[in-house]
């Protein structure tokens, strides 16, 4: 990967070309989001409760926000608050017996929380701002929801468990964020992201 | 990286900083110059400032041994001066100074730095990167108020015995052994306000966030707000007291009390500290 | 990070997810990854809760007794920061150094986190099942104990814990409450209640133009600094006032005064009478003032005075030219003027400049009357303990529980109070950290810290009408086996009157009880929940009441100060000033790190104890900065550094209290000395209060030295750079400013 | 029509040159001067000369790599400060002159060492295997001279350097 | 004694006739070449002693910086404003150290001062070594060592680059430069006399040296290179030193702290460097004639041209010195002034004075041609120069950080703790272990130039046709040994 990056890199300083991250694409399967060569699968996660991202974003067609209750709001995205699975579930008859479900509910019985693993994981001195983009991208650029999601996240609805799909590395980041964005659907005016330091390092 | 760029924006790579207008708000990117102004007259020298800077700040507590060779780590510091033309006694008390970074336009700390870790921010701060840094102390040595403080030890495991780490801010880094830290402004504090401003399609309010030495002064001896924002109390201070950002040398009234310190070096800081007013006839 | 039990304070159900990320560079997770680091995520949460973000909540400090309101930041369920509480009347959304150190006291490592018995002579863990059986041995019906047998020391109290504790006394028929604050405003209330009429008037700083003070250090150490601090900085606004100091060791206070005036210690009130003598050239002074007065004051003429005070003489005159000069002016008496024998006479020919100058009323009136007396503070003092120490000596109390004071630490080693506790068979101590009086404790019990603990307070200085501030947990108890005071308590008086209290599970419901009951006090419509849940969020119940009636009463005869010259013991030649820090009080936060480490503002001293010691004696002594220093009283002597000064008397010494800890932990113990130790028996003459300026010291250099740790550098003035200006007041046109 | 060499060594400089004066007016058949290799412990210029006019091209290398060491240093940097968007530093603008020269010129040097050495090896024929008839003695003290000639020079040749006291002549076939 | 005018007349004659030879012209060359290529043999037991002592010493520097790495920086008792302490001042010590063989190789090489010859190799190995010395030290005060690829340039997948503005990046770039392109020049210059080695040596030594020198015969074509290749290098490397030693002397005087916000700082520190270079070769030179038995090579009139050499040098550095206390005095610059005030009269008092002294008042024994031919003298002088110009650089770092700008944070008692010292005593071991083993690999005294030097001076000699005035070289170099 660095190779390549290399390789890009010196490149296009000599021709004296500029680099840039391509647009967003949609879909396709896990690993072939871009071709920006910041591609990285992810470790398989072992989750404690293998949850079906594809029947609740796609088949279902949910929105990602409404679990992930903090992307609009602040800097976690938020895994679901417990009784937020209960409150849809317990109404839900026809599943009540699966294996998955079972194991949810065996752990709101006992008032326990569920021992999730941290699938894109950032080092522990980033901020990640979710807030940021989706208000920026979601819903001030009124883009479908998987492509925002998705340019970071890959293609969550055709996943089970969720899984890394982009390498989350430094450059990854300032490659877009040295692109010049539109600012909403009706404002035509651009203006890349933030390029301090303090933006994301805490 | 292509010559494209360079040709394209050559004018603007070469602007000289802090250079008038550099703050603007019709430009997206310089809406915020966060700044501070500092009322001698009424800073008591109680250090609930450094004390809330602590707190915030995730700085360790050095022990006796680690002050006495100097590798305290406050980032607020409240100096005590006496007057020089003193007799016996100091009857006139004494001048207490707080001194923090002073987020200097033209920062003597950022040039130096060889890896980049500190450089100025869009808002006019003076930013440090932790994780960038490579402990070299120039920026240290090139700072005129030493305001800058070195890892000298590995403070996360000695500092903060359990359970005394459940109280370190989540927001801030905890620093490890041998980089640099300094005052921040408490731009964990700033970042959350702007966010939220920026989802409710405004502008921070003034007096919205505060660092923390602000917000804890007992007699609000330090202000501190946007002074891109001509409204704002920061900006009517600054004018007030006639100190110019991007003057080195101001001309003023001599009953004006605003002045920044250390001036003649042209750092530019973003303090404003107001003179200490004594009666001469009390 | 994962506690969610269901718990009673069901408001409090934020615990849960993890990530309680604390960012180490180099160490940690530096890395991009995935599935390592495990998440939680709430089970059943408040829905103002967002992991990241953070919830205030309001509560109230308790590192002293100024009640001041705080917020608590809470973050992922642990509490990180206090602010101040903007609704505040007392802190105004402000907080000082000391407030923001609760939260060390919360995670302090050397917290008791169980209940401890004396087995021998060491304290060894016990559950808390054995050590409520023991208390019910030792105090319980079936021990036989009356209620003559039994003491409570209790530092200051007041709110529903105070009343709790009343109850609990009434219930085993006992008065022995002795409410003791080793440094505490006693003397002060005395003449306070026999000039006005109150404890406490109410100083208006900010309708001043002029302060003159005489040794009170109300920026720092005061009835409620942090208040004073925000009336400070209104008076120091156009039209700025002007501050005269006039004490024999420079506080925070007279640090930023425009005159500060060093004096004899004790001779305050010679002073203040010479001013009045000058004052009363102004006619219209003479007419407001009685005959007696009039007389008696004109026997203290300038060069009388000055000979007294070791003040020029000139500048007794300037002190009352500029009274006669500013009005309205203010004039205090402060803890230096008030720790002698002779403290209410100087504390009320203090006042007396006052009733001459005609402030009461203007600048002093009387503070809003709390309609609630049986929660009302109980100001301690040192006459309690004293007391309590005869009678213990003696041999009268079967069992003794102490809260909130740390008397073994504290008494000056002449009462020997350490040997009297141990002749009491039963001691029991409430305590968050094992400090001296624990030690010497048969059971210590490990009670929940202010953030994590329910209450009430109401501070003895009332700003603005009354505020009942309220205390609510910040967060889930940290320690499992710890228990809240109050429901310890609780359970106490339910052992004799169970019946009274079975309406309570605990002292959150008592609490609650209580705190609705004042509903119709603030004229509150709404349902009880909802009156109890708008007290808690905003952390305080402010009820407007009549202010006390303050009258001027002033007897020519206890003015008398002319047995007030000091003792002069050529053994002893030196002033002992044992100086109270903003940051330490009486020395019951010595192990809060932060503490520890805020540099004192007036020597930047940390980490120790030092002797100030003014440069003009320092140099006649041969004495240099780190000089140990054998400073000796008739009752100890105490080795120490010093650190010379100039804002000393030249015939005075001063040590800090708060510091020379046996116990408390790894921050306080073994750090610096402890001044307490050698206080001589002096007392006030009225009040029988110790008069902790009265002692008299020798001092000896021993030859050995030690660098002083300070953050100051080798010179402590500016070197000619533009650091601090001083702009004279007349030039400064402050209402111009914004 | 085949070609071999014969090495002779010589005690002084100055029989050397003899030699090679004789050897370029002799005109022999078979024999071009251009193919006359000197081989000496020291660098001597004049007898060089004498060999006729060998060019050096070291220079035109340092030449391109001084200009492109500092050419492209300047662009480098300038164009890594312009592409680097935490680069903004108080006081100095983002390209700051100075600085880079300084850099510039290091590296204006670097590049002129690095390519003037590469000029060099690649001049010198460096690194190369040592011809057969190398002989140790050309390093302490003794000058000899490479010569390549057809079979049918070589007797005449040999004559000559007989005539001006080789010390010794070595042929390939090792005679 | 002299009693007669004639007899006066005849002596003052003597003296002026009489001018003592650099070297003989007529040692024979083969004799050159085995008197070097014996300082490549087997060495003595005391050569072990004393490299093992120099390993050992290098070895506590190591576990100092071992020690100072798991720890902290704060066991080597640096504070907030003594931030570098000895670190910085001995790695200024080390680049300085590094001139003197550019000096010799290059600017004597371009103004055809000949006798550099015999002594130049030495002095271009230790130009290295000092070098490779300092860079430990930039390594070694580093807070965070292992994000030491933070300052190289190179992209990389954060897209970040150093900071080009900073002294430190162009320190890099140069020392980097200065590094390379003299090791390069050293490598260059020893080709001929590794084709000497390889020509002489038997079986491992053989390959080894058959692979350094390139196969190098000695032909036209790879002199007539050599020679201009040589002499361009030359001429890159003297400006390269130059702007090494200014650029370092810039770390100092971009920033605002008195006492290093002067202007002649950049000339100051190359004077500065070339003298104690020049001082280490001089302690070297003795050092090696004596052990190699170079007396033939390495003669006194060599070692008093380089005395007098080094004389003249410390003038100028005392010049520039007194420039820069004068400039301060005489400027109305409070800051510097009350920093030069403390320099001479506070904690660092005595370490002051005594630099002032060593630098400017004991290199006048060089003055006299009598001590500059007492090689015990000499040894003692250069070994002193060299501790007073250490003492320059402790002094133009740490009084400066104790007396600052800023009253409140000034610092006067943070003496250096061992870890410091250690590290200090640690490069000196470094630095000679890479000295003694050049010595014993690489020839170093350079056979070819020698040669050229001799024949040189053998055609002089016969052209003007000049008497061979007696040679007391080797009684002199007896008397020495």
């Known amino acids: 990967m660095i190779h390549r990056l290399l390789a890009v890199l010196s490149l ?191 | ?169 989540p927001d801030v880094t905890v620093r490890t052994k041998g980089v640099m830290e300094k005052c921040t402004f408490c731009v964990q504090r700033l970042s959350e306000a702007k966010s939220r401003a920026r989802t409710e399609y405004r502008l921070v309010r003034d007096g919205e966030v505060l660092p923390a030495c602000a917000q804890a002064c007992p007699t609000g001896a330090i202000s501190f707000g946007n002074i891109v924002d001509p409204e704002s109390k920061i900006a009517k201070m600054w004018k007030n007291q006639q100190v110019d950002l991007y003057k080195d040398m101001q001309e003023k009234d001599n009953t004006v009390r605003g002045y920044r310190i250390l001036e003649d070096l042209r750092p530019f800081p973003s303090v404003m500290y107001m003179e200490r007013v004594r009666d001469a006839e009390a | 990070m994962s506690e969610s039990g269901i ?67 809470v973050r992922e369920g642990r509490v990180l920061k206090l602010e101040g509480n903007p609704e505040s009347k007392i802190s105004g959304g402000k907080i000082c150094g000391l407030g923001q150190a609760a939260v060390q006291a919360q995670y302090n490592p050397d917290r008791l986190t169980q209940p401890m018995v004396k087995e021998g002579d060491k304290l060894v863990p016990t559950t808390w099942e054995k050590a409520m059986a023991l208390l019910d041995d030792k105090t319980g019906p079936k021990s036989g104990i009356s209620g003559e047998q039994f003491a409570f020391v209790t530092g200051a109290t007041s709110g529903h814990l105070k009343a709790l504790i009343q109850n609990y006394m009434d219930s085993l028929g006992s008065k022995n409450h002795f409410v003791y604050e080793a440094v505490s405003p006693a003397i002060g209330f005395a003449a306070n209640r026999q000039v006005y009429g109150v404890d406490m ?124 000069e500013k009005t309205p002016s203010l004039v205090i008496s402060g803890a230096s003027a008030e720790g002698h024998v002779h403290g209410v006479q100087n504390a009320m020919a203090i006042q007396l400049l006052n009733k001459i100058l005609g402030n009461v009323g203007k600048t002093v009136d009387g503070q809003a009357q709390s309609p609630f007396p049986q929660i009302a503070p109980s100001a301690g003092s040192f006459a309690a303990l004293k007391a309590m120490n005869d009678e213990m000596g003696g041999g009268k109390f079967k069992a003794v529980f102490i809260h909130g004071a740390n008397p073994v630490f504290t008494a000056p080693s002449f009462m020997g109070f350490r040997e009297n506790l141990r002749k009491a068979p039963f001691k029991v101590a ?129 003015l008398d100060l002319s047995s007030s010259a000091p003792v002069q013991d050529p053994k002893f030649p030196f002033y002992l000033i044992p100086s109270e820090r903003h940051n330490f009080r009486d020395g019951r936060h010595a192990n809060l790190g932060w503490l520890q480490e805020s540099p004192d503002p007036l020597t930047t001293v940390v980490w120790d104890s030092w002797a100030e010691i003014h440069p003009k004696t320092a140099a006649s002594m041969g004495i240099s900065e780190g000089d140990y220093l054998e400073i000796a009283s008739q009752n100890g002597m105490l080795k120490v550094k010093a650190y010379l000064f100039p804002g000393i008397h030249p015939d005075a010494i001063s040590i800090p209290l708060g510091q020379g800890h046996e116990a408390l932990g790894r921050f306080a113990q073994g750090v610096g000395v402890n001044p307490f130790r050698i206080l001589d028996p002096v007392f006030e003459k009225s009040t029988g209060e110790i008069a902790m300026y009265g002692t008299r010291v020798s001092v000896r250099k021993t030859g050995s030295k030690e660098t002083v740790v300070k953050d100051e550098g080798p010179y402590n003035t500016q070197l000619g750079r533009k650091l601090v200006v001083t702009l004279p007041a007349d030039v400064a046109q402050l209402s111009k400013e914004i | 029509m085949s070609k071999s060499h014969m090495l002779a060594l010589f005690n002084d400089f100055d029989e050397a040159s003899a030699a090679i004066r004789e050897l370029k007016a002799s005109n022999l058949e078979g024999f071009d001067l251009k193919d006359v290799t000197l081989k000496s412990p020291i660098e001597h210029p004049e007898i060089e000369e004498l060999l006729g006019k060998r060019p050096v091209y070291v220079q035109l290398f340092t030449f391109f790599g001084a200009t492109f060491g500092a050419l492209l240093g300047f662009l480098f940097i300038s164009s890594a400060q312009a592409t680097f968007l935490m680069q903004p530093k108080g006081g100095k603008p983002i390209i700051p002159i100075p600085p880079d020269m300084v850099l510039t010129y290091e590296l204006f040097i670097l590049g002129g060492v690095y390519i003037t050495v590469l000029g060099f090896f690649i001049g010198a024929k460096l690194p190369m295997k040592r011809h057969k008839l190398y002989n140790a003695r050309v390093s302490e003290d003794q000058i000899g001279i490479l010569i390549k000639a057809e079979d049918t020079a070589m007797p005449a040749i040999k004559d000559l350097f007989t005539k001006h006291r080789a010390l010794e002549i070595i042929g390939e076939g090792g005679k | 004694m002299i009693n007669t005018f004639e007899e006066r007349e005849v002596e003052v004659e003597r003296r002026f006739v009489r001018k003592e030879k650099d070297i003989r012209e007529d040692i024979a ?50 504070d907030n404003p003594q931030v570098w302490g000895l670190y910085i001042a001995t790695f200024i010590f080390w680049i300085g150290m590094s001139h003197s063989g550019t000096l010799l190789s290059a600017i004597l090489h371009l ?33 965070r060592v292992w994000q030491f690829y933070y300052v190289v340039a190179y992209p990389n997948e954060r897209w970040t680059w150093p900071n080009f503005q900073s002294p430190l990046v162009w320190d890099a770039t140069a020392i980097f430069t200065y590094l390379t392109s003299s090791m390069i020049f050293l490598y260059i210059g020893m080709i001929p006399d590794l084709a000497i080695c390889r020509d002489n040596a038997t079986g491992f030594r053989k390959r080894f040296y058959t692979f350094l020198s390139l196969g190098w015969m000695g032909t036209d074509r790879q002199w007539a290179n050599f020679r201009v290749t040589y002499l361009t290098v030359a001429c890159f490397l003297i400006p390269l030193a130059v702007s090494v030693h200014s650029i370092v002397a810039t770390d100092f005087a971009v920033s605002q702290q008195p006492g290093w916000h002067i202007t002649s700082f950049p000339p100051y520190f190359v004077a500065g460097a070339l003298y104690s270079g020049c001082a280490a070769i001089i302690t070297l030179f003795i050092v090696l004639r004596y052990v190699f038995r170079f007396e033939e090579y390495m003669t006194m009139p060599i070692l008093e041209k380089t005395a007098k050499l080094t004389f003249a040098i410390s003038m100028v550095w005392t010049y520039l010195n007194l420039v820069e206390y004068s400039a301060t005095w005489y400027g109305d610059d409070m800051y510097a002034k009350q920093a030069l005030i403390y320099r001479a009269t506070g904690d660092y008092a005595v370490f002051w004075w005594s630099m002032n002294f060593l630098g400017s008042v004991v290199p006048f024994t060089l003055a006299f041609k009598k001590l500059r031919n007492h090689i015990p003298t000499m040894l003692v002088v250069s070994i002193l120069l060299n501790v007073g110009m250490w003492l320059e650089r402790w002094m133009i770092v740490s009084p400066t950080f104790a007396n600052g700008i800023y009253p409140w944070t000034m610092d006067h008692d943070q003496w250096p703790a061992w870890v410091q010292w250690g590290m200090v005593a640690g490069s000196f071991g470094w630095f000679n272990m890479l000295f003694m083993l050049f010595c014993k690999i690489f020839p170093s005294v350079s056979m070819y130039e020698v040669k050229e030097m001799v024949y040189h001076r053998s055609l002089h000699t016969k052209a003007h046709g000049e008497p061979s005035v007696n040679h007391e070289l080797a009684a002199e170099g007896g008397t020495a040994s």
């Not at chain 1, 500029?18 to 399967?29: I, R």
């Not at chain 3, 005036?261 to 407001?288: C, D, M, Q, W």
């Not at chain 3, 490990?446 to 209450?455: K, Y």
């Not at chain 5, 190799?121 to 930039?138: D, N, P």
Request: net charge neutral; proline share 5%.
């Open chain 5, 111 to 143: 103004m055809h001062a000949d006798w550099r010859k015999p002594i130049y190799r030495f002095a271009e190995a230790m130009t290295t070594f000092s070098l490779m010395t300092a860079g430990l030290f930039v390594m070694v005060h580093l807070g």
């Open chain 5, 29 to 78: 060359w083969a004799k050159i070449n085995s008197d070097v290529l014996r300082s490549l043999e087997r060495p003595r037991m005391l050569f072990w002693v004393i490299f093992l002592g120099s390993l050992a010493l290098f070895m506590f520097g190591v576990s100092c910086e071992i020690y100072q790495y798991e720890t902290g920086l704060g066991v080597a008792n640096l």
């Open chain 2, 1 to 169: 990286m292509s010559i494209t760029n360079l040709l394209n924006n050559w004018s603007f790579y070469r602007n000289k900083r802090p250079y008038r207008g550099q703050y603007d708000l019709n430009r997206q990117y310089g809406e915020y110059k966060w700044a501070m102004a500092v009322d001698l007259d009424i800073c008591t020298g109680c250090n609930a400032c450094t004390t809330a800077c602590y707190a915030e700040n995730n700085l360790p507590v050095v022990g006796k041994h680690r002050f006495e060779h100097g590798q305290v780590m406050h980032w607020i510091r409240i100096e005590r001066y006496w007057d020089e033309k003193m007799g016996e006694f100091p009857e006139q008390g004494t001048s207490f100074l707080p001194m923090m970074c002073q987020q200097c336009e033209a920062a003597p700390c950022e040039t130096v730095c060889p890896v980049a870790a500190t450089s100025h921010t869009n808002d006019g701060l003076n930013s440090q990167n932790y994780h960038r840094c490579i402990g070299s102390r120039y920026c240290s040595a090139n700072c005129p108020f030493k305001v800058r403080y070195f890892n000298w030890w590995n403070y996360p495991s000695t500092a903060w015995p359990a359970p005394l780490e459940d109280q370190l801010n």
């Open chain 3, 430 to 558: 409430f305590v968050d950290a094992i400090d001296e009086t624990a030690q010497e404790c048969d059971l210590v019990l490990p009670i929940l810290t202010a953030v994590e603990d329910f209450g009430s307070h109401v501070a003895w200085y009332q700003p603005e009408g009354v505020e009942v501030s309220i205390q609510q947990p910040l967060m889930e108890k940290l320690h499992a086996d710890t228990r809240s005071m109050g429901d310890i308590m609780l359970d106490l008086v339910k052992v004799r009157r169970a019946e009274e209290y079975k309406a309570w599970p605990d002292f959150f419901s008592y609490l609650k009880t209580a705190v609705v009951a004042v509903k119709p006090v603030v004229k509150y419509t709404d349902t009880d929940e909802h009156f109890w849940y708008d007290v808690l969020s905003h952390g305080l119940i402010q009820v407007d009441a009549p202010q006390q009636e303050v009258g001027a009463n002033f007897a020519a005869a206890a």
């Open chain 1, 12 to 202: 296009a300083f000599l021709c004296g070309s500029a680099v840039n991250a391509e647009p967003f694409v949609q879909g396709g399967p896990i690993g072939s989001q871009t071709s920006d060569g910041y591609n990285a699968l992810g470790p398989v996660v072992q989750q404690p409760i293998d949850f079906p991202h594809y029947r609740h974003a796609k088949d279902m067609g949910i929105n990602c926000m409404y679990c992930h209750t903090g992307a609009r709001r602040g800097y976690v995205s938020v895994i679901p608050r417990e009784d937020k699975c209960i409150g849809c579930h317990q109404n839900i008859e026809s599943v009540k017996d699966k294996p998955r479900i079972k194991k949810l509910f065996e752990y709101w019985d006992k008032k326990e929380p569920i021992p999730w693993k941290k699938v894109n994981d950032l080092p522990d001195f980033v901020r990640f701002n979710h807030e940021r983009h989706i208000q920026r991208f979601y819903f001030r650029q009124d883009r479908p929801v998987r492509e925002v999601c998705g340019y970071c996240h890959g293609d969550v609805a055709n996943m089970t468990v969720d899984r890394r799909v982009k390498s989350l590395s430094m450059g990854w980041c300032v490659s877009c964020h040295e692109k010049d964005h539109k600012e909403s659907v009706t404002n035509m005016k651009t203006s890349h992201g933030p390029n301090e330091c303090w933006q994301c390092h805490k």
């Open chain 3, 201 to 324: 008037p109410r100083l208006h700083l900010d309708k001043a133009k002029l302060i003159v003070s005489f040794g009170s250090d109300f920026l720092g150490t005061g009835a409620s600094p942090v208040h004073f601090a925000r009336e400070y900085a209104k008076f120091r606004k156009a039209p700025r006032g002007t501050l005269v100091q006039i004490e024999p060791k420079m506080t925070m206070t007279g640090a930023n005064a425009d005159r500060w005036i060093p004096i004899i210690p004790g001779t305050e009130g010679v002073f203040a009478l010479g001013v009045a003598n000058e004052l009363l050239n102004h006619e219209e002074y003479v007419r407001a003032t009685s005959p007696d007065i009039v007389a008696l004051v004109r026997k203290y003429d300038r060069e009388t005075v000055s000979r007294a005070t070791g003040v020029r003489p000139e500048l007794v005159a300037h002190v009352a030219a500029l009274l006669w």
């Open chain 3, 7 to 73: 718990n009673r304070r069901d408001f409090l159900k934020v615990l849960g997810l993890g990530g309680s990320s604390l960012a180490l560079t180099g160490c940690g997770n530096t890395d991009v990854q995935s599935g390592v680091e495990v998440v939680m995520p709430n089970v059943h949460p408040e829905d103002f809760v967002v992991p990241g973000l953070s919830v205030f909540y309001a509560s109230t400090c308790t590192q002293c007794g100024s009640a001041c309101g705080v917020m608590g930041r």
